[in-house]
């Protein structure tokens, strides 16, 4: 079976920096190449900030479940949550050919998880939002 960390945070935006520094921790142990390190860590930022901003209607505590995985050559990282149906990729590319002043706020953090990650799906499975990014580490 392939090497596993799991952590479930509370939407609470206090929680990323702690989640990123377990995610670093583990995947440092398993060797794993900073590219792939830091595309885990932007995965977790940006989804996970983007959760607790949009997802969730209310202002109740709500569970994100971060789940990444070694399969032999491969990263894994899956973001879960019960928020609202939000399907980050369906969602258009920013223009990065206009000049910076230009451009409207948001959407380049999942531009960059696009461009970063080998496969980048989502899912909406039971009423919860599940996010898959794939990195090669060969």
């Known amino acids: 079976m392939a090497p596993r960390l799991h952590l479930q945070l ?11 520094e377990a995610a670093t921790a583990w995947l440092e142990e398993h060797a794993v190449p900073m590219a792939a390190t830091y595309l885990a860590n932007l995965a977790i930022e940006e989804l996970v ?4 901003k949009y997802s969730y209607p209310d ?12 399969p032999p050559g491969e990263l894994i990282i899956t973001v879960t949550d019960d928020g609202a149906a939000f ?3 369906r ?4 223009d990065t050919t206009l000049p910076i002043e ?20 989502y899912a909406r499975i039971d009423d919860h939002n599940r996010v898959t990014l ?5």
């Open 87 to 89: 399907d980050p990729v």
């Open 49 to 52: 900030t983007n959760c607790i």
């Open 10 to 20: 509370p939407n609470d935006f206090g929680e990323i920096p702690r989640a990123n």
């Open 59 to 70: 202002a109740g505590r709500h569970l994100i479940d971060i789940e990444l995985s070694l």
């Open 102 to 121: 230009e451009r409207p706020i948001g959407g380049l953090g999942l531009h960059l998880l696009r461009q970063m990650a080998d496969d980048f799906s």
């Open 134 to 138: 794939r990195k090669s580490l060969t």
């Open 91 to 94: 969602q258009t590319a920013p």
